[in-house]
């Protein structure tokens, strides 16, 4: 117990400690500060062309991201198609289904890295390597280059532009992700991650049997899944496997890792807009809502499965689906992270969590994934509260909402209602579909409520691009494929797009000093209306689904029933 | 749109051949050059047999050794490739159990784990299914339980048994982070040496 709460508390003193200092490098290098690489970026610029000089309105940062991110969609799906017939496959896999290789190109151009696909019996080295891998550092680049754009959007005393996202997207990904995965990856490696182009080994037991032992470039992979909160493995059970995650050293790493860039991104956001309290009071927001999700996915797993009483020694916790060398503190407070920060790698098995901590889980995702959220999105999906949390105390005093000086009117207001649809639409919706259709039933591992928490999770977690599941959901059919696939898409360009909007129409706005009856936004009170906003809306979208999930499995095992 | 295409496909082309490739390469051949034995997933030889790996489990089911958690592990039926049988500590395909909490298989699996032990209660890892299928480690707990099993199937005093296991436990790295537990291959290789 004791040495549970002394690993907590170092990790969360070496999460501040790096998210502050990385979010005032990302500062400067959205700004342009940052220059050791500079003649690799001028190279890649002036490869790309004149378009990639100009400043952009939100319009043609939009329609940037959206180019990029669809000719990185077409090369993906076509590598996964035909890996077969490409080079470094020597495990000799087939080509993917059409509808896996839609699924498997959308998570991982939406930054969401959902696994339909089983990792070591499906993508070969190069299908890991130059599809999977570049995905992991420019989708993360690319929801980056989004904050980096909101932020001056915000900023911006009166202007019409927001940036260029290729010189965004070049920097992100030259100046910070690249090195941070290099250096992480090596230090992986060394912790013995495997880093080799062979697929596979072979060893006679102690017993005399034969064992397989699948291998790959995986340390590099592992480096930038964790940084660009991606979260797509190298092998199917992702970070609980000991070759992605060995030792408690490389799992605190890696939990670290996860929020890192997410963390440091409130501090990013705080310098670029000129008020740094701007982004403490966001990070505070953050970090409040994450330590109470945290506490009860711990005190849950902890307490155990009451099933098992009696049988198990008192205090053990639920080790079903964790593994021993992360033992319930490190596997609940990677759930947290990955759940929060919209990264979705695990290392214990989601699905066999206890009903309360599956729901902390799920919530995490549900709230739109600002709890830190991914890299560059989490920050402007958490703005998107804010600007309706302006808007409600404006409401309550009868005043023109502002922010950062701006006025806060009906088209940003409608904008940021507008994402509150997302969720609701891809987590509700199309589950409902699903089991309309009867597909969610063939699907489902579990009967009973426990069966609807695998649908919902999966369906929640695509929508918030997540990409962690509960794993007994059998997702690789064409519908899922398919409906989960759109449902990424919807999770992230339904998010990106309203808030660049609001981010031009912001640009566009005089900001004024404030005066006395400005509403300041960096104080508790603020940070507590925020923490309302998110938390009734979140609440009123997803409880009454949760009833009927994990809260009726809770119930019943308290009553001692099985499904 | 044209004014988009073209950086679009330019730059996808340059950082799949910096991320994708160039960075994956890089690694390789650093980490290949630096510490090749971590690199290539830590095998583990006796007399110039690869016997596995020091970080992936392997089936235990001798009563001459201890034994490790159970594993949800499949792999291909050999009568027929199409249909899947269990295939504990498959190193080529991990998953877990994916089990729900209120699984009645999941609790009808613990309670004949249980039973197999002598009766409960018995540490929990060593009764529930690891989350890869294929965890290296139990707890000290379960290897304690053990000791006299395999040191009745050796021949050996129980003390000295035990005195091993205590030897093998591995604690917290810098005294704070992870569990204690014992990496069951380890401590079988050392099992296999005492009797030298």
């Not at chain 2, 799949?16 to 890089?26: F, N």
Request: net charge neutral.
């Amino acid at each position: 117990m004791d040495a549970d709460l002394l690993q907590f508390v170092l990790f969360a003193g070496l999460l501040v400690a790096l998210a502050v200092p990385l979010g005032a490098y990302m500062a400067a290098t959205f700004a342009g500060d940052v220059r050791f690489l500079a003649p690799v970026e001028r190279a890649l610029l002036s490869a790309a062309g004149p378009a990639a000089e100009k400043p952009q309105r939100w319009t043609g940062y939009a329609l940037a991201l959206l180019a990029f991110n669809a000719a990185g969609f077409a090369l993906l799906y076509l590598i996964l198609l035909f890996q077969d017939r490409l080079p470094l496959n020597p495990q000799g896999f087939p080509g993917l289904s059409p509808h896996l290789a839609f699924n498997t190109a959308m998570s991982f151009v939406t930054n969401t890295n959902w696994q339909s696909y089983g990792g070591e019996t499906t993508l070969s080295n190069f299908s890991q390597m130059v599809g999977l891998t570049t995905q992991n550092f420019v989708s993360a680049a690319s929801g980056m280059a989004v904050a980096a754009a909101v932020a001056r959007g915000f900023a911006t005393r009166q202007g019409k532009t927001l940036g260029n996202f290729w010189v965004d997207l070049t920097r992100a990904t030259l100046y910070i992700l690249l090195p941070a995965a290099l250096g992480l990856a090596l230090v992986f490696a060394y912790c013995g991650l495997p880093q080799t182009l062979a697929g596979a080994f072979d060893a006679t037991t102690l017993e005399g049997a034969r064992q397989t032992l699948a291998l790959g470039p995986v340390a590099s992979q592992i480096a930038i899944k964790q940084l660009g909160t991606n979260g797509g493995g190298f092998f199917n059970v992702n970070s609980a496997h000991p070759f992605e995650n060995p030792t408690a050293i490389t799992n605190l790493l890696s939990t670290l890792a996860i929020l890192a860039l997410p963390a440091g991104f409130c501090f990013t956001y705080g310098r670029m807009v000129g008020d740094r309290r701007q982004g403490r009071a966001l990070f505070a927001a953050m970090a409040l809502l994450f330590l109470a999700g945290f506490a009860a996915l711990y005190a849950s797993e902890q307490a155990g499965n009451p099933l098992q009483a009696g049988l198990v020694d008192a205090g053990a916790g639920n080790m079903e689906g964790k593994e021993v060398r992360f033992g319930i503190l490190g596997s609940t407070l990677w759930a947290a992270a990955t759940t929060a920060a919209s990264n979705g790698s695990v290392n214990a098995m989601h699905d066999s969590f206890t009903p309360l901590g599956g729901l902390v889980a799920m919530l995490n995702i549900q709230l739109g994934e600002v709890v830190f959220g991914g890299v560059g999105v989490g920050l402007t999906g958490m703005l998107l509260f804010v600007i309706l949390a302006v808007f409600l105390a404006g409401l309550m005093v009868g005043r023109t909402p502002e922010y950062l000086g701006k006025k806060i009117e009906a088209r940003e207001v409608k904008l940021a209602a507008l994402t509150l649809l997302v969720m609701p639409l891809g987590a509700l919706i199309l589950p409902a579909l699903a089991i309309a259709a009867g597909t969610a039933q063939s699907s489902v591992q579990d009967a009973g409520p426990h069966g609807l928490s695998e649908l919902l999770y999966a369906y929640s977690s695509a929508t918030g691009n997540n990409g962690s599941a509960f794993a007994g959901f059998s997702a690789n059919t064409v519908w899922h494929n398919t409906f989960l696939g759109l449902a990424m898409m919807l999770g992230r360009f339904g998010y990106i797009i309203p808030i660049l909007a609001i981010a031009g129409s912001l640009a566009a706005k005089k900001a004024a000093p404030p005066t006395a009856g400005t509403f300041p936004t960096h104080g508790a009170l603020f940070v507590a209306l925020l923490l309302a906003t998110i938390l009734i809306v979140g609440a009123l979208t997803f409880l009454p689904v949760l009833a009927l999930g994990p809260l009726a499995e809770h119930v019943s095992l308290l009553a001692g029933r099985t499904f | 749109m044209n004014t988009a295409l073209r950086p679009a496909l330019v730059l996808l082309g340059l950082f799949t051949a910096l991320t994708g490739i160039a960075y994956p390469l890089a690694v390789t051949g650093i980490a290949q050059l630096s510490f090749p034995t971590a690199a290539n997933g830590s095998p583990v030889t006796v007399g110039g047999r690869v016997v596995g790996s020091a970080l992936i489990g392997q089936s235990f089911t001798s009563e001459r050794y201890f034994h490790g958690r159970p594993s949800a592990t499949t792999g291909a039926d050999p009568a027929d490739p199409a249909k899947s049988v269990e295939d504990p500590y498959n190193a080529a395909s991990s998953t877990g159990s994916n089990f729900g909490p209120s699984s009645a298989v999941l609790a009808e699996a613990v309670k004949v784990r249980v039973a197999a032990l002598g009766g409960g209660p018995v540490p929990a890892d060593l009764v529930t299914a690891s989350a890869s299928g294929l965890d290296p480690d139990i707890s000290p707990a379960a290897a304690a339980l053990q000791v006299a099993r395999v040191a009745k199937a050796r021949g050996l005093p129980e003390d000295e048994v035990r005195a091993l296991v205590n030897r093998s436990i591995l604690g917290r790295s810098f005294g704070v982070l992870g569990e204690p537990r014992v990496n069951v291959l380890a401590l079988n290789l050392a099992l296999d040496d005492l009797k030298r």
